[in-house]
C-alpha cells in the first residue's frame, strides 16, 4: 500500500524558504517519478515540479528558479525547496506519483505567504 506523508508547510514571510518534505512508502522513489502538486483557495490543483526516475526535473513556469525538487532514495523522501516565496504561493502542497492507478495523494501540507 503506497502512503505519502508530507511535512515541512507553515507561514512565512514574502522573500522567505521552506523546505517541504514527503515520506513515500510502499513505492520506490528511485525508479518512480514524484511530483508536488498545489493548490490555492478557488483554484484548481496544479503540478508544480517534478523528478523522474533518472532525476531529471521540471516546474512550472512561475516557479522555475525559486523552487528545487529533489530526493534522498535512502530516507524515502522527496523535498520541495521553496526560495524567494511570494503571496501567490499560498496553497496546500501535496505530494504525488503518476505510477499508480488510482493516483495516491498525501494528506497535504499549507503554506501560507503573508506579511
Known amino acids: 500500500q503506497v502512503q505519502l506523508v508530507e511535512s515541512g508547510g507553515g507561514l512565512v514571510q514574502p522573500g522567505g524558504s521552506l523546505r517541504l518534505s514527503c515520506v513515500a512508502s510502499?513505492?520506490?522513489?528511485?525508479?518512480?517519478?514524484m511530483e508536488w502538486y498545489r493548490q490555492a483557495p478557488g483554484k484548481e490543483r496544479e503540478l508544480v515540479a517534478r523528478?523522474?526516475?533518472?532525476?531529471?526535473?521540471n516546474y512550472v513556469h512561475s516557479v522555475e528558479d525559486r523552487f528545487t525538487i529533489s530526493r534522498d532514495n535512502a530516507r524515502s523522501t522527496v523535498y520541495l525547496q521553496m526560495n524567494s516565496l511570494k503571496f501567490e504561493d499560498t496553497a496546500v502542497y501535496y505530494c504525488?506519483?503518476?505510477?499508480?492507478?488510482?493516483?495516491?495523494w498525501g494528506q497535504g501540507t499549507q503554506v501560507t505567504v503573508s506579511s
Open positions: 510502499g513505492i520506490s522513489i528511485s525508479i518512480n517519478a
Open positions: 523528478i523522474n526516475r533518472a532525476g531529471s526535473t
Open positions: 504525488s506519483t503518476p505510477s499508480t492507478q488510482p493516483r495516491i
